[in-house]
Each structure stands twice: as C-alpha cells, then as structure tokens.
C-alpha cells in the first residue's frame, strides 16, 4: 500500500485500519485488506500532521503563502465534506514541527509562530 502513494505519508493506527494521509487525500483503509475508502480530498496541499477519534478526522496542511500558513481541518470519519475548523491566519505560521492532540472535548495544537515563540491553542470541538 505504501509503496504505490506519490509522496511522504502520515498515518494512523486504529483497532481494524489504518487511517493514510498523502498531499491532500485521506484514506481508510483496512488492516485485513480489501479496498481503500476515501475519507475527503483537501482543499490544500501538504498535510502535515493528522489526528483522528471516532467521529472526525483533522489535518493541519500548509497554504501557498510566503509566510508558510498552515490551516486546520477536519471530516466525518465516515468520510465528507471538508470543514475548516481554523482558517491559516488563525492556525499559526508553519515552523517548526506543529503537532496535535484530541481529547473529549478539545483540540489542543502546538507549534512556533515567526521561528522562536512557542504556541499552545486550545479550541472546542
């Protein structure tokens, strides 16, 4: 499976599949094999970091900018539509290693705006 994708890939493990993210596509795919489900096509290019519960998935990616804006993202884990949960303004300017965590009731991300401060945004899910 990971050798036919197009460029670097991130993924994620659940009990029976494994969630893959690749430039823009996210896909479900089964651990026992069979055929790859397409969660959403993002509207943006380079996602960088996926996290994902029983009911959504979300992906931090960069936007065309000079500044390097990532945006964040998320999709029913039945697969849909793409919903902006932070537009790139909002989302931090991409440096560093931005990373992401889910609890109940939060998104919590971490990364560094202009190179040196270090950000920690928590937002209602």
Do not use: H
Not at 64 to 92: C, K, Q
Not at 101 to 113: C, D, F, Q, R
Request: aromatic share 6%; hydrophobic share 40%.
């Amino acid at each position: 499976m990971a050798t036919q994708l197009p460029g670097p890939a991130r993924l994620l493990q659940g009990d029976d599949f494994i969630i893959v993210a690749d430039n823009k596509y996210i896909l479900q795919v089964p651990k026992g094999g069979g055929c790859p489900k397409l969660l959403v096509v993002a509207s943006t290019f380079g996602i960088v970091f996926i996290a994902a519960d029983d009911n959504a998935v979300y992906w931090r990616s960069t936007v065309p900018s000079d500044l390097g804006d990532i945006t964040l993202n998320r999709t029913p884990r039945t697969g849909g539509v793409e919903i902006e949960v932070l537009p790139p303004f909002l989302a931090g300017v991409r440096s560093g290693w931005p990373s992401m965590l889910l609890t109940p009731s939060k998104v919590i991300l971490t990364g560094e705006v202009g190179g040196s401060r270090p950000t920690i945004q928590v937002l209602d899910r």
